[in-house]
């Protein structure tokens, strides 16, 4: 499926746009990588004329290692591109970047695709614009002109009412010798452009929401810098040396020295901001941080507790890591056993004993020596841990409940090895069965396990193109369909699931809610549906904007689509499982109204839930239907 204009006359890409669950590599989220497939599209301008030479790539990263490039490709002549082979996996998570000579950086969102399995997957037409680009001059503040200033556009985009995301940094520019600067084209985003300079405030300049076109910007001061002066100690008053310390995001972070004295550069007198600090085998450090003719005071992010200060220099106890320590033994010989994976889990536990796992992620554990584990840990709890080991079952410990952070040792586990006639040592819910389209076996897919995450408040309401929608879906596991079959591991109990097959040639299948019990075994056979297609028009499309709108479609089962809206005002969506939707128009630059913003949030804000299907056009599709000449308009901005 297709994202029309940006990869969207095939609408099997545009069925969802989906945020991995934490626990990605969970046990039955996945049981084996199989095979490889390709990814393929078309790259064309404004005007529909083919794309050559430009850069198609995806990144990814793991638990324990740095972003890397996941899979690249070039488009041709005819703008056609290839990836791969590569590793088939079901909603990559991370977004697709185009990127060619002259053009704004376009992308197709993470979770809106699956690499299929001995499959290609067609991405559609994928339309590249030239974007904003802007000019200016770099001034130091004595009115001096400034050369060699580094100049960094950013480009961000909301998925939450007030949380951005944004893709690969855009490269930066450094002005002339007469401290001018001219940027690339800047694609539609919330956008900013920072100026770095040694030894002077960080020029922080919100750029205008032009989508096309040059722009002249007026003259940017940078004035000189106030540093801020910091020191890092243990608990035990000790320095701590090679701390990384960022303050803001858009900061270059500095390092503790051997006295765990640090700098932070960069700001004027009385700054806001965010200070983080981390080192391996410390407690993460994230204040929020306000400097006032007192000193500054300081608070922990996300906690409740009081605010601290004033003090003339940061000081920053960081605490050691807390530890579940043990050892992992095989259970037939003693031998100790070296471990893949150790997942932590909060839990709790039914009336009848039964335990309900919570909040599972993938923990960064140690292992000393095969056989000895430690699993670091940050809140008191007791806690529900899960290990893999090559060639074993899955086992499971308890710890025991602690009210204060402390090491908690002794955990012992045994693995059992899968062998002919070895059973599983751990409840498992599995769910078989066939995949058939029109009765034929459906020889390659995907078939997941969708759980809806729950809404959020106003303030945080989830976000597409600028407006607000329903909630996506976490995905809890997935297996290959291989010749018509698939085995899916669930790595929890629940009752509220939807099971979902995709294949490259036809529209997803919606199965639910639906429940596993804890130990199930359940057998469902999923008959592919038909799907049915929204056509229609936006009108009074605003002056400027004609070329860059979307559609967005939501539904209150985690089914996510958006679609690009094209030159004539027309837009399509096909392939949609059928049930209702919301559709909205916008874009990555259009802040909804619906989201309050401002000093002055309303307190009940917070305690009221979204209502994305407020200022919807609601739309209910059938098996086979074409709903056509429905309309839709952009909300002027209150």
């Known amino acids: 499926m297709s994202l029309a204009s940006l990869g969207l006359h095939n609408p099997r890409l545009a069925f969802g746009i989906l945020v991995a669950w934490s626990l990605s590599a969970a046990p039955g989220r996945t049981e084996e990588t199989p095979h490889q497939g390709t990814l393929s599209g078309r790259i064309v301008d404004a005007e529909g004329t083919p794309v050559a030479g430009a850069t198609v790539s995806i990144n990814t990263w793991g638990d324990k290692e740095p972003v890397k490039l996941f899979v690249e490709g070039v488009s041709g002549a005819d703008g056609r591109f290839t990836l791969g082979p590569a590793d088939a996996v079901y909603r990559h998570s991370f977004d697709i970047i185009i990127e060619g000579d002259g053009f704004a950086r376009q992308y197709v969102p993470g979770g809106a695709y699956s690499v299929f399995p001995n499959a290609d997957c067609e991405l559609g037409v994928i339309r590249v614009d030239r974007g904003c680009s802007f000019s200016g001059l770099v001034l130091d503040h004595d009115g001096t002109p400034l050369a060699d200033a580094l100049v960094e556009p950013v480009v961000d985009r909301r998925y939450l009412g007030h949380t951005i995301t ?118 993460f450090i994230n204040w929020g941080v306000k400097g006032s003719d007192d000193g500054f005071h300081w608070h922990e992010v996300g906690a409740a507790g009081k605010e601290h200060g004033p003090v003339r220099q940061l000081s920053v106890v960081m605490q050691p890591v807390v530890w579940i320590e043990g050892e992992a033994i095989d259970e037939a010989t003693g031998e100790p056993v070296r471990l ?120 945080n309401a989830y976000i597409m193109r600028g407006r607000t929608v329903t909630a996506d879906a976490a995905i809890c596991a997935s297996a290959p369909i291989q010749n018509g079959k698939y085995v899916l591991t669930a790595p929890f109990q629940g009752d509220a699931f939807y099971l979902v097959a995709e294949s490259p040639e036809r529209a997803p299948t919606q199965i639910g809610p639906l429940e596993v019990a804890l130990g199930e075994a359940k057998s469902l056979d999923i008959a592919c549906v038909e799907g049915g297609a929204v056509q229609g028009t936006v009108k009074d499309r605003p002056s400027d904007w004609e070329d860059d709108l979307w559609v967005v479609a939501f539904t209150d089962t985690g089914v996510r689509v958006e679609t690009r809206v094209l030159p004539d005002g027309s837009f399509s969506l096909a ?37 994305p299907w407020k200022r919807a056009v609601v739309v209910n599709v059938s098996p086979g239907e074409e709903r056509d000449a429905v309309e839709l308009r952009l909300p002027k901005r209150d």
């Not at 051997?258 to 965010?274: D, H, I, K, T």
């Not at 078989?432 to 076996?441: E, Q, Y």
């Not at 049930?579 to 802040?591: E, I, P, Q, S, W």
């Open 166 to 283: 944004g893709a690969a940094p855009m490269r930066p520019v450094r002005t002339d010798a007469e401290g001018r600067f001219r940027t690339p084209g800047i694609p539609v985003g919330e956008r900013v452009i920072l100026v770095r300079v040694p030894h002077r405030q960080l020029a922080w300049v919100v750029l205008p929401d032009a989508p096309h076109g040059e722009r002249t910007l007026p003259p940017i001061v940078v004035e000189r810098d106030v540093p801020i002066l910091g020191r890092i100690t243990d608990g035990r008053g000790e320095p701590v040396a090679g701390v990384v310390v960022q303050a803001n995001a858009e900061s270059n972070p500095t390092t503790s020295d051997a006295e765990g004295r640090f700098v932070l550069s960069g700001f004027g007198p009385n700054p806001r901001f965010q200070l983080q600090a981390k080192k391996d085998g410390y407690v």
């Open 340 to 459: 893949d994976r150790v997942v932590l889990c909060f839990f709790e536990r039914k009336p009848n004993g039964e335990v309900v796992l919570d909040g599972c992620r993938n923990s960064r554990f140690e292992q000393p020596q095969n056989g000895r584990f430690r699993v670091p840990y940050s809140t008191p709890e007791e806690y529900h841990l899960t290990f893999s080991a090559k060639g074993y079952h899955d086992a499971e410990a308890f710890t025991p409940k602690v009210d204060a952070l402390a090491s908690v040792e002794g955990i012992r586990v045994k693995l059992r090895k899968k062998i002919d006639g070895s059973t599983a040592q751990l409840p498992r819910q599995t769910i078989i069965g066939s995949v058939t389209d029109h009765g034929r076996p459906v020889e390659t897919g995907w078939v997941a396990l969708w759980s809806v995450r729950p809404s959020e408040n106003i303030v």
């Open 575 to 611: 392939n949609l499982p059928p049930v209702r939707y919301g559709l909205k128009v916008g874009h990555d630059a259009y802040r909804d109204s619906e989201v309050p913003r401002g000093p002055n949030i309303p307190p009940e804000a917070r305690e009221t839930n979204s209502d």
